[in-house]
Every structure is written in C-alpha cells, then in structure tokens.
C-alpha cells in the first residue's frame, strides 16, 4: 500500500517536472514575430523581415549574400552598443536606420534582438 502511495506521487512529480521542462523550452524559441503584437515586432515586421526574414531566421540572397539568422548564432556583433551601432549605421548590406527610427526605438530593437531573439 505504502509503495502505491510512493508510487503515485513519484508519478505526480515527474509530470510537474516535465509539464515545467515543456513551457520553459517554449520561450525565446517560439517566440512568433509574426504573432506578436509588441511594438518592436510590428516594427521588425515593416523594417527588417524585407532582409531578415519574417521570423529573423535569415536567408541568402540570388547572389550568394548571407543574411544572417538574429535568432540562432554566431553572432558577430555581441554587445548593446555594437548592436545599437550596426543598426544605426548599418553596413556591409545593411541599410543605416538612424534617419528612419528614433534612438529609443532603436534601443528598443536592441533589447528585443538580445532578449526576445538570441536567448
Ligand atoms: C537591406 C537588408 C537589411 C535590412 C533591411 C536589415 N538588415 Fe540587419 N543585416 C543585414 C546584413 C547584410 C547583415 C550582416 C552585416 C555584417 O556582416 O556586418 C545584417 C546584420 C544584422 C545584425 C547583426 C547580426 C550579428 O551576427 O550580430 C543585426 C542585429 C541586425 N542586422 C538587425 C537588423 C534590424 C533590427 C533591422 C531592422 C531595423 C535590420 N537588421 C534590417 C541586412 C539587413
């Protein structure tokens, strides 16, 4: 009898462990753009899908030019600030968005590539 009762619960806590496991693996990874309605998802959607990709997994262009992933790594540039730069300035492809969007929409670009995209 004892060993049921054991039994049951160690079932119970498995399920709980799993059923966790399972909703923290969702995340960053499932994290849809297309979905969202965040404001810095509306914003990827007009701004950057165009070379991105809708979902950030980026893509290689007719002529061989890489577009990189902002989701899945290396990431070449590392940091707040190289991400700030590179998007504000853009280069080697990517177009300067500094013109375009305001440095606190930038700055919130680049929270949503570290937080919402890289992890
Ligand atoms: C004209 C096409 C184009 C558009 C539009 C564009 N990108 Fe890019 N992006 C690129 C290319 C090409 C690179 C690679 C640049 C390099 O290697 O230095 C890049 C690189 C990046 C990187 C660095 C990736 C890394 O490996 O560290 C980030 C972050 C990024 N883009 C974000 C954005 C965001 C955010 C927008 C919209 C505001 C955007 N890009 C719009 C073409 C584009």
């Known amino acids: 009898m004892r060993l049921m009762v ?14 966790f496991a399972a909703c923290n693996a ?3 990874a499932n994290y849809s753009i297309k979905e969202s ?10 701004n ?5 990709g809708p979902e950030a997994e980026g893509r290689t262009l007719a002529d061989g030019r890489v577009i990189p992933n902002l989701r899945v790594g290396p990431h070449k540039y590392a940091t707040d600030e ?10 080697n492809g990517m177009v300067p968005f500094r013109g375009q969007l305001s440095d606190r929409e930038i700055k919130m ?9 890289r992890k």
């Open 6 to 19: 054991l039994a049951k619960v160690t079932a119970v806590s498995l399920f709980s462990i799993a059923l």
């Open 26 to 28: 969702g995340g960053a």
């Open 37 to 46: 309605r965040d404001y810095e998802a509306s914003m990827f959607r007009q």
């Open 48 to 52: 950057c899908a165009i070379c991105h």
């Open 82 to 91: 190289q991400i700030y730069q590179h998007i504000s300035e853009g280069g």
């Open 109 to 117: 670009l680049v929270k949503f590539v570290q937080e919402k995209l």
